[in-house]
Each structure stands twice: as C-alpha cells, then as structure tokens.
C-alpha cells in the first residue's frame, strides 16, 4: 500500500494531519505518565517549587523551540514578509529542551532551590518525544525532518520520489534505544542526583549534532547549521559533566 505525504486522519467532512494529532498525544501522554511518575515516586521538590519550575520549563521550551526554528534557516527568517508568523510556525525539540533548561535554572536561582529537578522528566521525555517523532515522520519532505537521499536498504520514499534516510525513524530507535540503556544501567548502579537529566541530554545532544549532517537544510559557512550549533552549546554546557564522566567517573555513579 502507498502512502501519500502527509498523512491525514478523516473523519467523515472532517481531515487533520497526523502530525498535530501526534504532536498531542506526545504532549498529553508525556505529562501524565510524568504524574504518575511523580506519584509512585516521593518527589523531593516542594510542591509550589515543582509548579515554578514546569511553568519555567514550559515558557523556555516555548520561546526557544520558536527561536532555534525559525533561525534553521535564517535567510528565509530575515526576509519573511511576516517575521511573527515565521517565527510561530517553526520549532524544534532542540530549542525546547536547551531553552527549557535555561529557563528551568533561571527560576530555580529565583526561588532559591538548590536540588536537581530534572530526573522526573527524563522517561515523559523520552515517551513524548517518540511519540511525537511518529507524526514527523507521517509529514514526509513536508517538513524539516527527513534526511538526504540513500541507498541504504532501509530508506524510504517519503513522498517527492527518492529514497531518502528515515531521520525521524532513527531518532525514535535512538530515543527507545536510550531508554532501554538508562533501566539496564539503572538495575545495577544509583545515579547521583540529576545525573539522569544530564546523561539525557548530552547524549540526545551528541545524537542530533551528528544526525544533522545526513539532513538536508541550510549550512552555514563553516559547514554546521542552527541546531548543531545549540548542540554544541548544549554540550558545552555539561562539559563539566563530560568530564567527571571520562576522568571521575565514581563522582556521577555508585554502586548499590
């Protein structure tokens, strides 16, 4: 059976694109399996304090995904005829995650809470992020997530007639891939508080920067585009954590 990109659920009169249907049910089911996390689990931040803190992770995730989309490609950006609505229309998970870290920081300094609060988020991510990852790739070359032409056995016709890498599919192995790695890992040793967090985000960092040479987009001069450059900054960021894991690596992990 072929499939035509993009995909669209109709419902009699009714049609929408799987994508926002996705996008959705990533968010939702993201967030509730994050209280029930945090109801199985005893939650060391103070209930208002968590409040701040989402709304912080919300509002940084918000503006930066908008941020870092719309400057993808900054040509397009700078001579829109409507600047607001091309910065509206285009996100990216890597603006959210680095600008909902920023922000996160900011309000915890704010509030004045000194633990880490990222570990309860760490596997609602994962689960949304895949989940969402399967409406990107219902959208084909209609977005900004597909990958370059290949040979490869498993490439796919995304819908212009040429194989290409199925981009959104291997971050969906990657990000099953990660999850499976943090409860094997988990079963045999304690990581010291917020070290889930930042193992996360490093290694999805790490993932999209390299991942992003077989998408196509614009590059700038020196051969990187927007998002790999937040990577780097993302990495930069935890180089701290870089190296205790290389070099001190009994300082991020403890035996049980």
């Given at each position: 059976?072929?499939?035509t ?7 009699g ?11 959705v ?5 993201g ?20 409040l ?8 940084g995730a918000l503006?930066f995904?908008r941020?870092i989309?719309?400057l993808?490609?900054?040509v397009?950006?700078?001579n ?7 910065f509206?229309?285009?996100k990216t998970?890597?603006?959210?995650l680095f600008?909902?870290l920023?922000?996160v ?6 509030i ?15 689960l949304?992020m ?10 084909g070359?209609?977005?900004?997530t597909?990958?370059?032409p ?15 890498h199925p ?8 990000l ?11 079963k045999?040793?304690n990581f010291?508080?917020g070290?889930r967090?930042?193992f996360?985000?490093m ?14 987009g614009?590059?700038?001069?020196f ?16 180089s ?8 001190h690596p009994?300082?991020?992990?403890h035996?049980?």
């Amino acid at each position: 059976m072929e499939i035509t990109f993009p995909l669209v659920f109709r419902f009699g009169p009714f049609s929408i694109l799987a994508h926002l249907v996705f996008e959705v049910l990533g968010i939702a089911i993201g967030f509730q399996y994050f209280l029930y996390l945090r109801r199985k689990q005893k939650d060391t931040i103070s209930e208002p304090n968590r409040l701040w803190i989402l709304v912080g992770a919300a509002l940084g995730a918000l503006i930066f995904s908008r941020l870092i989309g719309s400057l993808e490609n900054p040509v397009q950006f700078f001579n829109s005829p409507n600047r607001l609505l091309y910065f509206y229309l285009n996100k990216t998970i890597v603006g959210a995650l680095f600008g909902g870290l920023i922000c996160v920081e900011i309000v915890k300094k704010i509030i004045g809470e000194k633990r880490s609060s990222g570990d309860l988020f760490v596997y609602p991510l994962l689960l949304g992020m895949m989940i969402g990852r399967i409406g990107c790739l219902s959208m084909g070359i209609h977005e900004q997530t597909y990958g370059l032409p290949s040979d490869l056995p498993w490439a796919l016709y995304l819908g212009d007639g040429i194989r290409r890498h199925p981009v959104a599919l291997y971050e969906i192995l990657f990000l099953g891939t990660l999850w499976l790695s943090f409860v094997c890992i988990e079963k045999n040793v304690n990581f010291r508080e917020g070290i889930r967090f930042q193992f996360f985000l490093m290694a999805y960092f790490i993932f999209r920067f390299m991942i992003d040479f077989i998408k196509p987009g614009y590059k700038f001069s020196f051969g990187l585009s927007t998002i790999q450059l937040t990577c780097l900054l993302g990495m930069l960021y935890y180089s701290r954590t870089f190296y205790q894991l290389f070099f001190h690596p009994k300082q991020l992990l403890h035996n049980k």
